[in-house]
């Protein structure tokens, strides 16, 4: 549990690329100059210590680390100075006995603080051969009962918004066992769960085949009004009941 108390978490999911990233990389480091980030596995092995490497910039995190895939843990981005992470140990039935594991301790860092998840920013030559995008999860971690920590979480999912949108989309349902193809679902004028970064939406609309994937069972791809018309007019009429 993180430091501080009682704490609520605000989630966003996302389609960022490479470049997408990159910008919101630059608008963080230079709305919050004092923040630190910090990549780290699920567990760590060996007799030493783990040490605590912190970055500057989301973006100086490097992508890929040894036993970890692309951010593949999480990548916390903490506002506090003086917090470090600590370690204790811990053993499975099936080590030796000389084999030492490190996990982090439950407290967490100070609130408030952000959390990035299953990072995934694939470069331009990894876009020109996908048709499936997954999502990143952004988690701001914050006080209950602050209002001026809802305030800050405001802000910075504002920042986030000016490099993605939830607005213009439309949903399909991903193929499955007893589906041999997508199938249009509803249309999201605005309010969707799903944040879309410009350069992601810029990819996608280049292809009819491309979409932003969630949980392997729904599609979404970016929308003009003209075309969220027609396909809302598509739909069967609601069943009465």
């Known amino acids: 549990m993180p430091e501080g108390g009682k704490y609520s978490i605000k989630t966003r999911y996302v389609w960022l690329t490479l470049a997408d990233w990159r910008t919101f990389s630059d608008a963080l480091a230079e709305t919050y100059p004092q923040a630190r980030y910090d990549i780290r596995p699920a567990h760590d092995t060996g007799p030493d210590y783990p040490d605590t490497i912190w970055y500057k910039r989301l973006m100086d995190v490097p992508l890929n680390v040894e036993g970890m895939g692309a951010f593949s843990d999480k990548v916390i981005m903490t506002f506090d100075a003086d917090w470090t992470p600590e370690y204790k140990t811990f053993r499975l039935p099936e080590d030796s006995p000389d084999t030492v594991r ?118 979404i791809r970016p929308c003009t009004e003209e075309e969220m018309a027609a396909l809302a007019a598509q739909q069967p009429p609601a069943q009465e009941s």
Not at 107 to 119: E, I, K, N, W
Not at 122 to 128: F, R
Not at 201 to 210: F, G, Q
């Open 102 to 219: 490190w996990m982090e301790k439950p407290d967490g860092p100070t609130l408030p603080f952000v959390q990035f998840r299953r990072h995934t920013a694939p470069t331009p030559s990894q876009l020109a051969i996908m048709t499936r995008f997954d999502h990143s999860d952004i988690h701001y971690f914050c006080p209950d009962d602050s209002e001026h920590a809802t305030a800050e979480a405001r802000r910075f999912f504002r920042l986030l918004g000016k490099f993605c949108t939830n607005r213009d989309q439309t949903l399909y349902r991903l193929p499955g066992f007893d589906r041999p193809g997508y199938e249009f679902a509803q249309t999201e004028p605005k309010g969707s769960w799903f944040w879309l970064g410009h350069d992601a939406i810029r990819w996608a609309s280049e292809n009819p085949d491309r979409m932003m994937r969630y949980l392997s069972t729904t599609g």
